[in-house]
T-cell receptor, first 114, second 114 residues
Framework: GAGVSQTPSNKVTEKGKYVELRCDPISGHTALYWYRQSLGQGPEFLIYFQGTGAADDSGLPNDRFFAVRPEGSVSTLKIQRTERGDSAVYLC????????????FGEGSRLTVL | KNQVEQSPQSLIILEGKNCTLQCNYTVSPFSNLRWYKQDTGRGPVSLTIMTFSENTKSNGRYTATLDADTKQSSLHITASQLSDSASYICVVSAIKNAGNMLTFGGGTRLMVKP
C-alpha cells in the first residue's frame, strides 16, 4: 500500500478481554516497530521486528503483550487480559532499512479499556 | 540510560511569528536525530533527519540544527501558520547490533493562534 495501515482505528473493550491490533507496513519495508503513546506523551517503544523475527522486544511491559510478524510483512500486536492502564494509542511504523532510514508511521489504533 | 528531553513542554505563539523548540539528549552511540510533527489524532510525520556530520537541515519553513558536541538540537519554525499547530517530537537514534534504537522525547505542543 501507499502508507502504513493500522486497524482498527478505534477499539473499545472491557477489562479482562483479549485484543488484537493489526499493522500493514509499506510494501518491502523490512523493519517494523510498535509504539504506545499515552495522551500528552511521546511514543514509548514496545517491539522492533527485522523481517519475521523480533530483534528487540525489550519495550513490552509484561507477558500480557505479544507481537508476531509471521511472514515478514503484516504484524499483529496481541494484548491478553486487558487492563484500564493499557488504554493508549498504539502506533506502528516501518522502515526500509535496519532502522537507519526514515520511519513511516501509521495513524495508530486507539485502544480504550473500560 | 538513553534520554531525550524537550523544551518547552508547550508553547503558544501568534500566526506569523517565529519560534524555536529545543531538544537535549544523552544517547550513545549516536546514529542520527530526527524531528517529527504529529497532528492531533494522527501518526508522526518526519520533518528532518540529521547524522553526526550535519549541523543544519531545512524543510520549507522548518530548520533543524544539531550540535553533536553539546548533544543539543533545535527546530526553528519561520513565519508560523495555523497549520503548524501540532506536537513536535525529537527522536534520537542509537546504533545497536539489532538495529537502531530510537529514543523519543516527550514532545513540544505548539499552538499557533490567529
Amino acid at each position: 500500500g501507499a502508507g502504513v495501515s493500522q486497524t482498527p482505528s478505534n477499539k473499545v473493550t472491557e477489562k479482562g478481554k483479549y485484543v488484537e491490533l493489526r499493522c500493514d507496513p509499506i510494501s518491502g519495508h523490512t523493519a517494523l516497530y510498535w509504539y504506545r503513546q499515552s495522551l500528552g506523551q511521546g511514543p514509548e517503544f514496545l517491539i522492533y521486528f527485522q523481517g519475521t523475527g523480533a530483534a528487540d522486544d525489550s519495550g513490552l511491559p509484561n507477558d500480557r503483550f505479544f507481537a508476531v510478524r509471521p511472514e515478514g510483512s503484516v504484524s499483529t500486536l496481541k494484548i491478553q487480559r486487558t487492563e484500564r492502564g493499557d488504554s493508549a494509542v498504539y502506533l506502528c511504523a516501518s522502515s526500509s532499512t535496519r532502522g537507519t532510514g526514515e520511519l513511516f508511521f501509521g495513524e495508530g489504533s486507539r485502544l480504550t479499556v473500560l | 540510560k538513553n534520554q531525550v528531553e524537550q523544551s518547552p513542554q508547550s508553547l503558544i505563539i501568534l500566526e506569523g511569528k517565529n519560534c524555536t523548540l529545543q531538544c537535549n539528549y544523552t544517547v550513545s552511540p549516536f546514529s542520527n536525530l530526527r524531528w517529527y510533527k504529529q497532528d492531533t489524532g494522527r501518526g508522526p510525520v518526519s520533518l528532518t533527519i540529521m547524522t553526526f556530520s550535519e549541523n543544519t537541515k531545512s524543510n520549507g519553513r522548518y530548520t533543524a540544527t544539531l550540535d553533536a558536541d553539546t548533544k543539543q538540537s533545535s527546530l526553528h519554525i519561520t513565519a508560523s501558520q495555523l497549520s503548524d499547530s501540532a506536537s513536535y517530537i525529537c527522536v534520537v537514534s542509537a546504533i545497536k547490533n539489532a538495529g537502531n534504537m530510537l529514543t523519543f522525547g516527550g514532545g513540544t505542543r505548539l499552538m499557533v493562534k490567529p
